[in-house]
């Protein structure tokens, strides 16, 4: 979607221990492919669009937006920071494809809803839990927003419109 892209934005909130484990992971990964990353800090919901805009002032080509509580209740501010400097969003939150972003790769809540729902029966039943492994949710799905890339002059290649699990148009 945006191979030209070498520096990655994104929000996080110290307080949120998730976050902060996210953020390390991605400028882990980030420095091994040769990317920059610029994280900057919001602590309450009316922080967060200041700390986008911030974010949208910094250079950076793409908003790479980690999951937290904070970011995902505030996401339409994010959104509308991105859209005003038409700065993609790639996000892991399947809610925030509907709200803006263009790319999301995330786990989809309700599918490990009904996968836990599943595993609840079948204790329920009578099997024993503690002879039930346990096997983390792994499923991942790809969402595209096509409106929302058209709407920064975004092209989303058909190839990977072909992969998505759902396409917002």
């Not at 399947?94 to 490990?112: E, I, M």
């Not at 492994?133 to 290649?157: D, E, M, Q, V, W």
């Amino acid at each position: 979607v945006r191979p030209d892209a070498r520096v990655l934005g994104t929000l996080f909130v110290p307080a949120e221990v998730n976050m902060v484990y996210h953020r390390d992971q991605l400028n882990e990964v980030a420095r091994k492919l040769d990317f920059k990353v610029v994280a900057l800090a919001a602590n309450t919901s009316a922080d967060v669009a200041d700390a986008a805009l911030a974010l949208t002032s910094q250079r950076i080509d793409v908003i790479c937006q980690l999951p937290g509580n904070l970011t995902a209740a505030a996401f339409p501010s994010i959104a509308a920071a991105a859209n005003k400097a038409k700065l993609p969003i790639f996000a892991f939150q399947s809610s925030q494809a509907r709200y803006g972003a263009v790319v999301v790769l995330a786990r989809d809540y309700d599918d490990a809803g009904r996968e836990a729902g599943l595993l609840a029966a079948r204790v329920m039943r009578g099997e024993n839990p503690g002879k039930i492994p346990f096997i983390p949710y792994s499923k991942t799905k790809l969402i595209l927003n096509t409106k929302a890339a058209r709407h920064i002059g975004l092209t989303i290649p058909p190839a990977l419109i072909k992969k998505a699990e759902e396409v917002i148009r």
